[in-house]
């Protein structure tokens, strides 16, 4: 990755790893990049962060305990 400043360019190297996917996978992240405009490796981000909202909306509508009802509704007074 570059970024440049003016007339300087400064050049910051990100530490990557490998993930053994099919290549029914890699073709589809690869479709998705390209309908992105971004890369393979960003439209895995991407997918990651989707995959994590989705289990924490999962979680926010599961029914409250009834202590955590309870706690919620104490009088704070």
Sequence with gaps: MAYTAGTT???IRM?????????ATHDELKRLATELNTSVGNTVTLAVR???QDRV??????P?????????????G
């Design 9 to 11: 360019c400064v050049l």
């Design 50 to 52: 989707a995959l994590r």
């Design 64 to 76: 409250l305990r009834d202590d955590e009802a309870a706690w919620l509704d104490a009088d704070l």
């Design 57 to 62: 909306g999962q979680d926010l509508s599961t």
């Design 15 to 23: 530490h990557s790893t490998s993930v053994r996917i099919d290549s």
